[in-house]
């Protein structure tokens, strides 16, 4: 990464010139969270004004951070969610600019079908047509999707949001990005095959959707005995579904089960230990209940699971939780 | 405890009542959170609302949840601050009715000065007069000082203000209450012995005032070696020291050293840990970096502490912070 240019300091400098901003926030996902302090320095070198960096934990453009009433926020390392429309912020998506040709030359060798579906997160979105391009040089169909109004870019999926994939019709998909979080979410959403490319490590992967389904439905099962349940409310920005939570605790109530409701903002084991409920339902960020399942002691549900539990939704038809404009 | 008394549901329930009431947020300290599913199911029962627990941690009336559109927040266990003039608040202190008479009689055995200063905390302030008049009946001469605008109660210290102790001039002190952690902020914001009085667990004992501060110049001779200082702003209602937190990052700016400034909500070791300061300074509760020392990696100080490694406060003069309105 290059401090100055990919976290677009000439054009945050800019703006704050422009909007006479005099308190600047500057929000950071945990893995670029490091690089704060020197951003922050080579800002004040260029204009005079207080600085302030957020520490609350964030995984995601839907986690902003609007505790402190500074004249604008800066938010790295995601898209704007255009749904969300929010006001005051800036978006710096701190692109990437890794070669991916070579891992999608690897991805070659996996691909077992002709329609391909091309995904990735917003570090990569400006790399699509070329990869497309390759893959079609060797005789694939690729499908690039354009999601819902969730999403920013063609192609783009959120942890939470995999509207683009869904929206084409293809054999299997091929996911460019570090890690397997968002190839899981693919694979889950479409129950169709995923090659995770990450072109950082050169590492090939296809998410092991059975065993993840597999804990799924061990934590339904252990669900489906409880008595007392509780439903949370996040209340981060682009995670909060009051409805949904009320509604869900209500039809919990109305089958003879206690159910509570609870407003939180960050959910880990230790926050919700100390309401003791048999069982979890979490209306905020899908992917806490499936990525974090070890962590918690009791089971914590999405909604999708939960309304298997209240006998709403078959057995068989397991979904994954998506926020979704659709 | 007894549900329907102590957390006074049926004024709550008239509360609700009188005001149109809607969506209900109820806050309970983490020692008090397990009452709160049934404490919510008590009030729908007669009155058909909305009601939402907090699910975020709770460590005083500093700390009230907002995050919610609520018609009416309950705070429980803790008195109103009067100097943050809270609106849309209702404060439900649940106050104990446990007996504090046997531990004052225990808690004679140890007291050696003349001159008594009665404190506690707000679940035993109603019975200060008595335990005045007990140990007055004993030859002692009592004080029950009057604290600042931060305290509601004559004799009431919070964890971040012992105003009502120094307000007094006495040779010891007694506090009355659970635990030490009240105890021990009256003996390093006054300098003098302080017996313990625990009601509950009719256990006597003197906070070890040597050890902490032996603890604490240790994390200031570590600080002194610091080249990076990281100085944390609180975000919780009354706990936000701006412009304190500006001026100490400015004037360890000024004597050459990194120093940025972070806001942030709940301050942790796993929070911090990515900004990788050599030290942090937390103006938000003067009380994580004295009683949670040792779960942070490289040392937190508290802004009077930091004085000290700028050159700016003697290093014999040892102060505890407070959030004071003197």
Known sequence: LNLYEDFEIEHIVKLVREKEVRVLQLQFPEGLKRYGPQVAKRIKDDVNISVLLSGNPCYGACDLDR????????????AEIPELA????????????????????????????RRIGIVTNVQHVHTLNAVR??????????????GDQRVKYKGQVLGCNFSCARAVDVDEYIYIGNGTFHALGVALATGKKVIAADPFLRKISVPDVESILKQ????IAKAMAASTFCVLIGTKAGQQRFNLATELAEEAA???????????????????????????????CPRIAIDDASLFKAPLLTPTEF??????????????????SC
Chains 1, 2 share one sequence.
């Open 216 to 219: 799924r439905y061990g934590l």
């Open 67 to 78: 505790e402190t009433a500074a004249d604008l926020l800066v938010h790295f390392g995601h």
């Open 254 to 284: 109305a089958r003879g089960y206690n159910a509570f409701t609870v407003t939180i903002n960050d959910v880990t084991p230790w926050t919700l230990y100390n309401f003791a409920a048999d069982a979890y339902v979490n209306t905020a």
């Open 86 to 113: 929010a006001r005051g912020v800036y978006f710096a998506e701190v692109r990437s600019d890794v070669d991916v040709m070579p891992i999608v030359d690897d991805a070659l060798a996996l691909i077992s079908g």
């Open 133 to 146: 391009r390759r893959l079609e040089s060797e005789g694939l169909t690729c499908s690039i999707g354009v």
């Open 307 to 324: 309304e298997m539990v209240l006998g709403k939704r078959d057995l068989n038809a397991y979904a994954l939780d998506e926020f979704s």
